[in-house]
């Protein structure tokens, strides 16, 4: 089938990606068209010949949380519906051709081979992608002329796809390009007020957000130098297994974290993230995560509806005690472990104790006592799963301990 029939325009800036290529990636900040480019050339790329493709995500609950209505709507846009059926699950594309909608954290070393026929895996917010979910995608995506497609907003240069793709023993032939709101022609004129009010207000935060740089790591992270990502096994037999959740409101994730402590070490063996996550979906979330109905899980108090609404789906799920200076006397409990070490598929807490930050002056450079409330939803799931071993301290009183 002919592409002729479609006509796409193509920022300059994209143009080395319509070149073939074992993998492709675009990073950069808001508004700079990433996905909406790659949305069209799974389209065109339907349209050309029979095309069976995977849209991952690290974690993916629910369709939402897909790229799936962005294609339906560049399906509609190009003019090219009557090729496509929509179904509430995936896309039927010409000639036999498939989308589907998947998150890597539900797949095992067995599950993923469901996808060794895979023309093309597009993976959006790759940032999140843990280094077991790049490791089992890339073989796994194996036929003649498959490619693999990555668009991200960086966090860290550590991140897995960053060192996968930019980093200095990034994979050879890749094409990658920036890609940020000045390349895109088409930038509309209310993601340029956002732009500017963030430039005003938040000039520490702009230049992650809009012009696509890694977030600034100093040292004002709380958990720096003291936290180690690799493979780990289970436990010994009879170890004590803790579970703690956090609760999403608006943007922000539900998440579930499994971990023990042995030998004055905590070990995070697992976690489950899910943004825009509806409380009739919660169980499925938290399933994804061994012996979560087994054990006993401690929960933010904020939403008792939630923790009883779980209770009578068979977990075994309580509030955590909070008071005032629980956040520092929880950071400070968690600094007394010799080590915190993060299993190597629990990408988006790993994360997390890269940037949980106190504040500083932005004048002097001073390090405050205060606690920035960002990247902490697994951090704050750790400290309800801690609960009743947390001791009272007094919050603020152990700043100067807190700081060393």
């Given amino acids: 089938m002919s592409s002729s029939i479609l006509q ?46 995977v849209c991952i995500r690290e974690v993916q609950v629910s369709l939402k949380q ?59 917010e790759a940032q999140s992608l843990s280094q077991l979910s790049l490791r089992l995608l890339r073989p796994t995506i194996r036929k003649p002329g498959s490619e693999l497609w990555f668009t991200w907003n960086p966090d860290s240069e550590t991140d897995p796809v960053d060192t996968l793709l930019r980093g200095d023993k ?57 936290v180690s990502v690799e493979a780990f096994g289970e436990p010994p037999e009879k170890t004590r ?8 409101f608006a943007n922000d994730p539900t998440a579930l974290i499994r971990f023990w402590i042995i030998d004055e070490c905590l070990y995070i063996s697992h976690e489950a993230f899910g943004h825009g996550v509806e409380i009739d979906e919660t169980p499925e979330l938290f399933d994804s995560i061994p012996g979560a109905r087994n054990w006993p899980i401690k929960a933010d108090c904020a939403r008792p509806e939630t923790i009883s609404y779980m209770r009578r789906q068979g977990f075994q799920i309580d509030a955590a005690e909070k008071w005032q200076g629980s956040v520092e006397d929880g950071i ?29 002056d932005k004048k002097t450079g001073d390090v405050l006592p205060i606690i920035v409330d960002k990247f902490n939803h697994g951090i704050d799931a ?8 947390i001791q009272r301290r007094g919050g603020l009183g152990v700043w100067a301990k807190l700081a060393r």
């Fill in 382 to 389: 750790v400290r309800y799963g801690l609960d009743g071993y």
């Fill in 170 to 226: 990034r994979v050879p032939g890749a094409i990658v390009v920036e890609a940020n709101w000045a390349d895109n022609p088409w930038f509309p004129d209310e993601l340029e007020q956002e732009r500017l009010v963030d430039l005003g207000r938040d000039p520490d935060g702009y230049d992650h957000v809009w012009e696509g740089g890694y977030q600034t790591i100093s040292e004002a992270v709380i958990f720096r130098n003291r």
């Fill in 66 to 124: 897909s790229v799936k209505r962005l294609i339906e709507d560049k399906i509609e846009q190009l003019g090219v519906g009557g090729y496509f059926d929509v179904l509430d699950t995936e896309i039927r594309g010409p000639d036999g051709g498939l989308i589907i909608f998947q998150g890597m954290q539900s797949h095992t070393a067995e599950s993923i081979k469901s996808l060794e026929g895979y023309d093309i895996a597009w993976c959006e």
């Fill in 241 to 248: 297994i803790f579970f703690g959740a956090d609760w999403g």
């Fill in 332 to 360: 400070a409990h968690m600094k007394a472990f010799k080590r915190i070490v993060v299993h190597e598929r629990c990408g988006n807490i790993a994360k997390e104790f890269r940037l949980y930050s106190y504040k500083v």
């Fill in 8 to 53: 796409i325009e193509t920022p300059r800036v994209f143009a080395p990606l319509l070149e073939p290529s074992r993998y492709k990636g675009a990073h950069g900040g808001r508004g700079s068209g990433k996905s909406h480019f790659f949305a069209e050339m799974l389209v065109e790329h339907c349209m050309m010949q029979t095309t069976r493709a």
